[in-house]
């Protein structure tokens, strides 16, 4: 599965981002997905996930509230709503397919790879 990550940019605190991303193959529903983001000097973390039919999300406690994870299939398409930014947000974002039917918070459970989107918040 290719993955094609796009939406960031910059804004203001407080302000909204939509990221979207893009898979590759009709197989699409198949996959769980996840959103993880990576700050300067700091380790890829979790941010929100979402299971094969978009019954169940997950989301990390520090985007909880603000995030919103989606997806739809018919377009092979997931989508991250984010809401309220705040500069402690600023990363680059990574969107990832698993094939487990379960929502991981591991980097590891999660097979692909999208290619990363820049999101900044300015104060």
């Known amino acids: 599965v290719q993955l094609q990550a796009s939406g960031g940019g910059l804004v203001q605190a407080g302000g909204s981002l939509r990221l979207s991303c893009a898979a590759s193959r009709r197989t699409f529903g198949t996959y769980a997905m996840g959103w993880f983001r990576q700050a300067p000097g700091k380790e890829r973390e979790f941010v929100a996930g979402?299971?094969?039919?978009?019954?169940?999300?997950y989301y990390s406690d520090s985007v909880k509230g603000r995030f919103t994870i989606s997806r739809d299939n018919a377009k092979n398409t997931v989508y991250l709503q984010m809401n309220s930014l705040k500069p402690e947000d600023t990363a680059v974002y990574y969107c990832?397919?698993?094939?487990?039917?379960?929502?991981?918070?591991?980097?590891?459970?999660?097979?692909?790879w999208g290619q990363g989107t820049q999101v900044t918040v300015s104060s």
């Open positions: 990832a397919a698993g094939s487990s039917p379960f929502i991981h918070t591991f980097r590891s459970r999660y097979e692909y």
């Open positions: 979402i299971s094969r039919s978009d019954d169940n999300t």
